[in-house]
């Protein structure tokens, strides 16, 4: 059973340019979480998608944005990057399951803003 | 903002039991507690998690004081293997879902 995979692991931009980020679900998930991890930091929630619909979103500008696809995969979107974006991006999946949801993550892709 | 405090670091043994703490004080009645952990430049790995009750599966055991105002992650033989950022996160079971909210987490060091 594959976990949760995310494309590419690694990237490098230009301030400015525009960025997607890729996630897979596990098997048996409908919805998908986008943190993003700075060098030292704890994971900060971006949004998450559900239903092809943003249900739930943190504290980040519209430059971030996402889309969910009918087979559940996820995109992450970012527009006009900053050096401060340069961080590991995480996905994670989950399930509702017996009324709880445990979220698992993938290994992330590392973006670096130049 | 976290809605827990965790030492910023431990070392333990490696073949001895590791005991991380929690303190999550404001703790609401239909809060969880879960614990992840992250190697690093991995994505966070789930440990396990638990209401009132303590918990064990095959990675770790969770016991949660009665007043649920702290909860303690035992990994009953360490390893070289388990030496990573521990993080102790409270949320809500919402049916539409909800966010993690990560703080600095634990840093753990097994030494052989």
């Known amino acids: 059973d594959a976990g949760v995979t995310q494309s590419p692991t690694h990237l490098i931009k230009t301030r400015g340019q525009q960025v997607t980020l890729r996630c897979s679900p596990k098997?048996?998930?409908?919805?998908v979480s986008w943190y993003q991890q700075a060098l030292g930091q704890g994971p900060q929630f971006i949004f998450q998608y559900y239903e092809e619909e943003e249900r739930q979103r943190g504290n980040f500008p519209d430059r971030f944005s996402g889309h969910q696809f009918p087979n559940y995969s996820s995109e992450l979107n970012v527009n006009a990057l900053l050096l401060g974006d340069s961080a590991l991006y995480l996905c994670?999946?989950?399930?509702?399951?017996?009324?709880?949801?445990?979220?698992?993550f993938g290994p992330g892709t590392r973006l670096l803003v130049l | 903002d976290a809605k827990t405090t965790q030492p910023p670091s431990m070392d333990c043994a490696e073949g001895r039991a590791a005991n991380l703490p929690c303190n999550h004080s404001?703790?609401?009645?239909?809060?969880?507690v879960y614990w992840y952990r992250q190697i690093h430049s991995q994505g966070p790995q789930y440990i396990i998690h638990?209401?009132?009750n303590n918990e064990t599966n095959e990675m770790a055991s969770l016991i949660i004081t009665e007043d649920r105002k702290s909860s303690t992650l035992i990994l009953p033989h360490a390893t070289l293997r388990d030496t990573a950022v521990y993080y102790c996160i409270v949320r809500v079971h919402y049916n539409q879902g909800g966010k993690l909210i990560f703080g600095q987490g634990t840093e753990l060091s097994v030494k052989p």
């Open positions: 638990g209401l009132k």
């Open positions: 994670a999946s989950s399930a509702q399951l017996a009324g709880q949801e445990t979220q698992y």
């Open positions: 404001t703790i609401s009645g239909n809060e969880y």
């Open positions: 098997s048996g998930h409908d919805t």
